[in-house]
């Protein structure tokens, strides 16, 4: 029933950006629901890279921290991932997650980022 998409992944260098899209739809009051996103590399666990909540705080990972910017649309249901200053670690499967009486997940966009 919940259903969420990722869009905006791809090849990139070092030092360009990207946006990160998520179109959250389905049976879910998605205003009152932690929205993030995480990313797993190759070979690594899955981690954390960005998370708001209902009322709009972030949290950021560290080594996103000051790169990056999480936001959401309350009217289109998305949450999107502005990343800056992409560096070869960012390079990674990106998910989208929503918490609401589970957690939902995307199927993923791949992010490269390569000279």
């Known amino acids: 029933q919940v259903q969420l998409v990722e869009s905006g992944g791809g090849l990139v260098q070092p030092g360009g950006s990207l946006r990160l899209s998520c179109e959250v739809s389905g049976n879910i009051f998605s205003r009152i629901a932690t929205m993030a996103w995480y990313r797993q590399a190759p070979g690594k666990q899955r981690e954390l890279v960005a998370r708001?909540?209902?009322?709009?705080?972030?949290l950021y990972a560290d080594s996103v921290r000051g790169r990056s910017t999480i936001s959401r649309d309350f009217v289109k249901n998305t949450v999107d991932l502005q990343m800056n200053n992409l560096k070869p670690e960012d390079t990674a499967v990106y998910y989208c997650?929503?918490?609401?009486?589970?957690?939902?997940w995307g199927q993923g966009t791949q992010v490269t980022v390569s000279s």
């Open positions: 997650n929503v918490i609401w009486d589970r957690d939902y």
């Open positions: 708001i909540n209902s009322g709009g705080n972030t």
